[in-house]
T-cell receptor
Framework: GAVVSQHPSRVICKSGTSVKIECRSL??????MFWYRQFPKKSLMLMAT?????????EQGVEKDKFLINHASLTLSTLTVTSAHPEDSSFYIC?????????????FGDGTRLSIL | EDQVTQSPEALRLQEGESSSLNCSYT??????LFWYRQDPGKGPEFLFT???AGEEKEKERLKATLTKKESFLHITAPKPEDSATYLC??????????????FGAGTRLAVHP
C-alpha cells in the first residue's frame, strides 16, 4: 500500500521550455502533497506544500511564478517549472501523506531528473 | 531554528558487521521522527516513525530508537543489499501552519561482502 507515482522520471529539454511533473497517490487520498528538490549528495529541501482545492504554500526563497503547483484532485498534484533554465536542473521529488492521520508518514515518488540544456 | 544532523556522513561496513547511525535534532515540539532509506536515483522509502522518547521500532535487521535529543538506527549483521542512504527527518510546523518534514543530510552506508 501507500504508493506514490511520479511522472516523468527524466526530462531533458532546451532552455526556456516549461516542464510539467505529475505526482499521483495510487491507493490513498492525499489532501496534502509536498514537492522537494534534491541536489547531488544533499538532502531533500522542501519547496512547497500542495493543498487540494487551495493555493500551495511555498517555502522561503522559492519563486511562486517559477514553480507553479496545481492540486486539482485528492490524488493528483502537478509541478510546472516555467521557462526553465540550466540552474533549474535538479532532482525533483514529490510526496503524499494519507489523509487518515496528521502524523502519517509521507510516501515519496521516485523523482524526476530534470536536465535543462 | 529547527535542525537535524546525521552522523557519520558515510559508513563502510563488512557484511555482518553491526553498527549504528545517529540522528540528533533540535525542534520546538517534536511531533514525530521518521527514518527513510533512499537508493540512488530513487525517492525515499519509508522505514519507521517514532513519536516519543523511549520508543523503539524494528524491521528485519534494522532497529530505530528515540531519546529526547537523538535517534539511532541500529543495523544488525548487515548485508550488501542494505547499502543505501539513510535519511532522518523530524516533523515541525512549516509556513502557513502546515506540518513539514525537516531532513538531515543522510548517512551513505556501503556494506561489502
Amino acid at each position: 500500500g501507500a504508493v506514490v507515482s511520479q511522472h516523468p522520471s527524466r526530462v531533458i529539454c532546451k532552455s526556456g521550455t516549461s516542464v510539467k511533473i505529475e505526482c499521483r497517490s495510487l491507493d490513498f487520498q492525499a489532501t496534502t502533497m509536498f514537492w522537494y528538490r534534491q541536489f547531488p549528495k544533499k538532502s531533500l529541501m522542501l519547496m512547497a506544500t500542495s493543498n487540494e482545492g487551495s493555493k500551495a504554500t511555498y517555502e522561503q526563497g522559492v519563486e511562486k511564478d517559477k514553480f507553479l503547483i496545481n492540486h486539482a484532485s485528492l490524488t493528483l498534484s502537478t509541478l510546472t517549472v516555467t521557462s526553465a533554465h540550466p540552474e533549474d536542473s535538479s532532482f525533483y521529488i514529490c510526496s503524499a501523506r494519507d489523509d487518515f492521520g496528521e502524523l502519517q508518514p509521507q510516501h515519496f515518488g521516485d523523482g524526476t531528473r530534470l536536465s535543462i540544456l | 531554528e529547527d535542525q537535524v544532523t546525521q552522523s557519520p556522513e558515510a559508513l563502510r561496513l563488512q557484511e555482518g558487521e553491526s553498527s549504528s547511525l545517529n540522528c540528533s535534532y533540535t525542534v520546538s515540539g517534536l511531533r514525530g521522527l521518521f527514518w527513510y532509506r533512499q537508493d540512488p536515483g530513487k525517492g525515499p522509502e519509508f522505514l519507521f516513525t517514532l513519536y516519543s522518547a523511549g520508543e523503539e521500532k524494528e524491521k528485519e535487521r534494522l532497529k530505530a530508537t528515540l531519546t529526547k535529543k537523538e535517534s539511532f538506527l541500529h543495523i544488525t549483521a548487515p548485508k550488501p543489499e542494505d547499502s543505501a542512504t539513510y535519511l532522518c527527518a523530524v516533523q515541525a510546523m512549516g509556513s502557513g501552519g502546515y506540518n513539514k518534514l525537516i531532513f538531515g543530510a543522510g548517512t551513505r552506508l556501503a556494506v561489502h561482502p
